[in-house]
């Protein structure tokens, strides 16, 4: 009975991890301004800085690494060194910005897809951040 109850805990642990990967984090705005983005403008990024642009090296990385602890810190970890994914600390050593891209848009094994998820900025944002790690 002991093992029995010891893998249906196991089981169920390693479900509720693998279920946490594609949670995406509620943002509460700060400022009832904050709550409701302009009509023709898009919705800010988290991480994304009043004044800069997408393309900007420091906003583009304050706006990945907002995202990766949202998004993929469950299962790759607080220092990228893994756990239930793997370890993406030299991602950009053996993946290119397009491999990591594909992987983002479409999942791969156990990671879901982020495709509809995440904005395309938000997705060029990590793949450029996650290449970039050598």
């Excluded at 800069?52 to 299962?75: D, N, P, R, V």
């Amino acid at each position: 009975m002991n093992k029995r109850f010891a893998a249906l805990t196991a089981t169920l642990l390693i479900a509720g991890a693998l279920a946490a990967c594609g949670q995406k984090e509620e943002v509460q705005p700060t400022t009832p301004a904050e709550s409701t983005p302009a009509p023709t403008a898009p919705a800010a990024s988290p991480g994304a800085t009043p004044g800069t642009t997408q393309g900007e090296g420091g906003s583009q990385t304050a706006q990945a690494e907002s995202l990766y602890k949202a998004q993929c810190i469950a299962c790759h970890g607080t220092d990228l060194g893994g756990g239930i994914g793997p370890n993406l600390q030299k991602a950009g050593s053996h993946l290119s910005e397009a491999d990591v891209k594909n992987i983002l848009l479409n999942g791969k094994g156990g990671m879901p897809a982020f495709k509809g998820t995440l904005s395309d900025a938000d997705i060029q944002a990590l793949s450029a951040w996650l290449a970039a790690k050598k």
